[in-house]
């Protein structure tokens, strides 16, 4: 493996251990290897130029006394390298670990507001003498990135809700909103993916990490990425206190007009959130990736509260995203808390569903047993919601037996749950086409859920007729 060959030259010796690290929506994969001679990270990418990114950004930035990790050796095909571990500790953990606890809070909004302090130094320190034509995959924040970015949102959100939109007119606001985001032409360093979870906590201060993807551009863009991160859940209090101090900061670099500075972050808000929800659409419902798909419904609260001010340059930009935000899959439960039971059915020939909530997936019930409609004309293009086949199914009693049971099982598990403050329960039902006897089983448990325990939140999902409702 390289980076033991990596690691045995740097150190004089074989590392003892090598543990896996997260490397959360990454593709590359990350090592902590170590030995009596030392720790450090192991990398492995998956495109050299990115890679080069890094260690030119680290080795820059490290000159400018930026706090980033050290690269300690880099393999001649440039696909993998040693960095210097930063430890365990991530800003944003410390953060929901302080409001979990009760403890540290003070201390984790001062250390938000020094990471936003240090932000203009990066900015402008970190592109002072910097060669951006290094920058992966791209060295400036262009129209062809903010295009892509737009289309992300278009093609892996919004197009994937079902929500009926035109195209053209979206598309005369996105190079509108292109317009106005281009209008400065500032030579600073754009980080690109500012956040507290990609800020290290050691020795009390921050560190920054995961910067590959940064390039010349504006300084709202990383303001926007970082005070308001869907995810983080910040307070109105947490962002006043994180914008005044990165904004003090700044003062040092330029002139600061609040008024021009807060019109423009304004913008930038509504860009990240886009770019931010294409994402989680992708990792989410493409990728399969629960985190991505539970952060979803913050993004849009984000989303929706922006846009209680209107950009009026966007009108039909603004029209089409509230009707989404407004779509009964994403509608939350007003008990904070509360439990959700989402009902599914499914083909088994097409897979099981998986469990966005990241809980394991909970029941999956196999109708196949029961006599199915689908063998019989008259029944093959209807489904388990038509009278038709309701009453076939209904006829000699068997469907309604089964449901007896399930109702059995998971009642006192929606009980359970519901009183011990838990979030989420899934329920599936699989037949041969996912059409008939498991639709059938899915309504009938989703309503009596929905009329047993109104409290309770209920989402039924017919996954092969695109069906995602709330009752």
């Known amino acids: 493996m390289e980076l033991h060959r990596l690691y045995s030259a ?7 251990s090598v543990d896996p690290v997260s490397a959360s929506a990454s593709n590359r994969r990350y090592y902590r290897m170590a030995s009596p001679a030392g720790t450090c990270i192991g990398a492995v990418g998956t495109d050299r130029q990115e890679n080069e990114a890094f260690v030119a950004i680290s080795l820059h930035f490290r000159s400018k006394g930026i706090p980033v990790p050290e690269v300690f050796a880099v393999s001649e095909d440039g696909m993998s390298y040693l960095q210097e571990d930063l430890g365990d500790e991530v800003l944003l953990d ?89 209008a400065d032409d500032t030579d600073t360093f754009m ?33 926007a990425s ?28 330029m002139p600061v007009d609040r008024k ?40 849009l609260d984000e989303l929706v509260r922006l846009l209680e001010e209107p950009f009026e340059e966007y009108p039909y930009l603004v029209e089409t995203l509230g009707r989404m935000a407004a779509l009964d899959r994403f509608r939350r439960s007003e008990r904070a808390g509360g439990l959700e039971v989402k009902v599914y059915s499914f083909s088994f020939k097409k897979g099981i569903p998986e469990d966005p909530s990241g809980n394991g997936g909970g029941y999956v019930f196999d109708c196949r047993s029961i006599h199915n409609p689908g063998r019989y004309e008259p029944y093959k293009k209807l489904t388990g919601r038509d009278e038709a086949v309701i009453r076939f199914l209904e006829d000699d009693g068997e469907i309604l037996t089964f449901l007896d049971h399930v109702y059995g099982v998971v009642d006192p598990h929606v009980e359970t749950f519901a009183g011990r403050g838990f979030t989420d329960l899934m329920v599936s039902f699989g037949c041969t086409g996912g059409q008939h006897r498991s639709v059938y089983c899915a309504e009938h448990l989703a309503r009596h859920i929905a009329e047993k325990y109104p409290d309770v939140r209920v989402r039924l999902i017919h996954r092969e007729q695109n069906i995602d409702t709330v009752l």
Request: aromatic share 16%.
């Open 94 to 182: 410390r953060l929901v670990k302080a409001r979990r606890t009760g403890e540290g809070l003070a201390e984790a909004e001062e250390l938000m507001c020094s990471a936003m302090a240090l932000l203009p130094k990066i900015q402008f320190e970190g592109a002072s003498g910097f060669d951006f034509s290094v920058c992966y995959p791209q060295p400036a924040f262009d129209r062809r990135m903010v295009m892509f970015d737009l289309n992300y949102f278009k093609y892996c959100f919004l197009k994937a809700t079902g929500l009926e939109f035109n195209e053209m007119r979206l598309q005369d606001d996105f190079e509108k909103l292109a317009d106005d985001l281009l």
């Open 191 to 223: 980080y690109r993916d500012f956040n507290a979870r990609n800020v290290m906590v050691r020795g009390g201060e921050p560190c920054f990490i995961d910067f590959q993807g940064g390039r010349r551009g504006p300084v709202y863009y990383d303001v």
């Open 226 to 253: 970082f005070v308001y991160h869907a995810r983080a859940g910040y307070t109105d209090g947490q962002r006043e206190k994180m914008l005044e101090a990165y904004l003090e900061a700044l003062s040092e670099y």
């Open 260 to 299: 021009v500075f807060f019109s423009r972050l304004k913008l930038f808000v509504l860009f990240r959130l886009l770019q931010v929800l294409g994402a989680y659409g992708f990792r989410g419902w493409t990728e399969h990736k629960a985190a991505f798909m539970t952060s979803i419904p913050a993004a």
């Open 10 to 16: 740097h150190y004089g010796t074989c590392p003892v």
